[in-house]
């Protein structure tokens, strides 16, 4: 793999949370191109718990704020689609994992940007698939691998 993929990356992002400490556009920017295997066009939001958990409960039929919802418009090259993180959820498990607020953000970057390419963790061969590729590239950006709780 290169430095960063030199795939055409337009991205969007909406800041529509109260969070004190928030990622740069241009973070977000270098996390999802890193995972980039085609030309995309991401609009990214970053949300307080109420908006997460009504996109959660209606799009996903669960009642409760999730770390990061991936919507995918079009599953051919462009990909397109939105992105939501739900900034407080973040904090939290960052927090309670004992992980970098960064490099936890960067993950689920990384994640989203995989599901919006067409990966899946429904089985245990795909999860352990994304798994895996998602550590290769966070060890690319200099941080640590996400699985390892050490």
């Given at each position: 793999m290169g430095k960063l993929s030199s795939h055409k990356l337009s991205l969007a992002v909406q800041y529509a949370s109260g969070a004190q400490s928030l990622p740069t556009r241009a973070q977000f920017r270098r996390w999802i191109k890193v995972a980039l295997q085609h030309e995309a066009s991401i609009t990214m939001r970053i949300?307080?718990?109420p908006e997460g958990r009504d996109l959660n409960k209606n799009f996903r039929g669960k009642d409760y704020a999730t770390n990061?919802?991936?919507?995918?418009y079009d599953d051919t090259e462009p990909f397109s689609g939105d992105v939501v993180i739900c900034a407080p959820v973040v904090e939290r498990e960052a927090a309670a994992q004992h992980k970098d607020l960064l490099a936890h953000y960067a993950h689920l970057a990384i994640h989203a940007a995989?599901?919006?390419q067409g990966y899946e963790?429904?089985?245990d061969a795909d999860a352990a698939g994304m798994e895996t590729?998602?550590?290769e590239l966070m060890?690319?950006?200099h941080y640590p691998d996400p699985y390892?709780?050490?």
């Open positions: 949300v307080d718990e990061v919802l991936t919507f995918v995989l599901h919006l963790h429904d089985s590729l998602e550590t060890l690319k950006l390892n709780a050490s």
